[in-house]
């Protein structure tokens, strides 16, 4: 048995080893793109995840809007209680503090601070000191304590990050995301960038149909605050017993993946990759303002099981083998009898 004056054996070898590495490497390529479908599923989740923490927030905010515009002016004791009851650590862990900010003309400015200090805060005073047009300084904050106590008084308009958003609430309605901040009270040592949600606080009954007239109705914003990684803790720690455990997050604010717009990091040792297959990348755009979320696997992370596409390779090649053998055996056999039948033939 020959072709082509080569050997068949030889060429059922070579036949089944191709056939036998190219049955292993689309095994193997399906099992690294179903791997990389399941993290792609697993980003998909956290940042969904991600996604309802905000809106959560979003809800607070309007319950606390309702309160405001509703009993105005509102009480501190009337915002500790409305915010014990919310139960933040239990329900939506991340939210650092949910405050009032109260918008005030620069004429009013001793009168408001003579009242604070008459509730019993006799240290009370609005900072960063200076003399402006208007100020905005949280008048409640709870939990009130730790840091957040660090926060009452603090002109939020006088910051330029704060005051964007601030100035976005106001003339849309709409929650508004700040960008990357500082927050008051930060640790030099462990310390996490923050952000902040801001809803308008308008007069009960004044129009507030345009911008204008939103503007004119102003009376303060309702405020939550987020130290990011006690934010972003929940989403990750959700998939542990799943992808959680393999998952590196960067989180940007912002659309570019920059340093400076880090805002979460959740494997700290690992550098953002950009040739991994497992690397996606989402964006969350929150009302107008977005957040890049950066997805990879850790390094340490199990790799992709490819023992299925090690069983076919050696199936294929034992396969092969035999196969050649036998067809060797063949072969020798015909050429035995070949040889037998010519001597026989000889000896006529």
């Known amino acids: 048995m020959a072709s082509n004056g080569r050997p068949l054996p030889l060429l ?20 690294q793109q179903r791997a990389a479908d399941e993290f792609a599923f697993a980003a998909d989740q956290v940042t969904l995840q991600v996604r309802e923490r905000l809106e959560s927030s979003h809800l607070v905010l309007r319950g606390g809007i309702t309160l405001a515009e509703e009993t105005a002016p509102v009480s501190r004791e009337a915002w500790r209680h409305y915010v014990d009851r919310l139960d933040l650590d239990h329900t939506l862990p ?5 405050g009032f900010v109260t918008w005030l ?53 006088a910051e330029p990050v704060r005051r964007e958003a601030m100035e976005r609430a106001r003339d849309t309605g709409l929650p508004a995301l700040s960008g990357k901040l500082e927050l008051v009270g930060e ?10 949600m801001f809803m308008a606080v ?66 700290v040792t690992e550098k953002p990759s950009t040739e991994s297959p497992f690397i996606q990348r989402r964006v969350i755009n929150f009302y107008g ?16 099981n ?8 050696a199936s294929g090649l034992s396969i092969s083998g035999l196969l050649a053998g036998l067809f060797a055996t063949l072969t020798r056999t015909e050429q035995l009898a070949q040889q037998r039948a010519g001597e026989l033939t000889a000896s006529l």
Do not use: C
């Open 94 to 98: 991340g939210i650092n503090s949910v």
């Open 12 to 31: 059922v070898a070579i036949a089944g080893l191709a056939a036998s590495t190219i049955s292993a490497w689309l095994v193997a390529g399906f099992l």
């Open 289 to 304: 303002h977005r957040w890049l979320l950066e997805f990879d696997r850790i390094s340490g992370a199990p790799g992709v």
């Open 202 to 267: 308008y007069h009960h009954g004044m129009p507030r149909n345009t911008v204008a007239e939103r503007r004119a109705a102003l009376s303060g914003w309702v405020v939550s605050t987020y130290r990011m990684h006690d934010l972003l803790s929940g989403p990750l720690k959700s998939w542990a017993s799943r992808e959680g455990r393999v998952i590196d997050l960067h989180l940007y604010d912002g659309d570019t993946a920059s340093p400076a717009a880090l805002l979460f990091d959740s494997v």
């Open 187 to 196: 640790p030099s040592i462990g310390s996490q960038p923050g952000a902040m």
């Open 105 to 157: 003309a620069g004429d009013k400015l001793a009168t408001h601070e003579a009242a604070v200090r008459a509730e019993g805060f006799p240290d009370y005073r609005v900072w960063p000191a200076g003399q402006r047009d208007w100020y905005a300084p949280v008048l409640y904050v709870e939990p009130f304590r730790g840091q957040n106590l660090r926060a009452f008084g603090r002109d939020m308009h």
């Open 306 to 313: 490819f023992t299925l596409a090690w069983v076919v390779l």
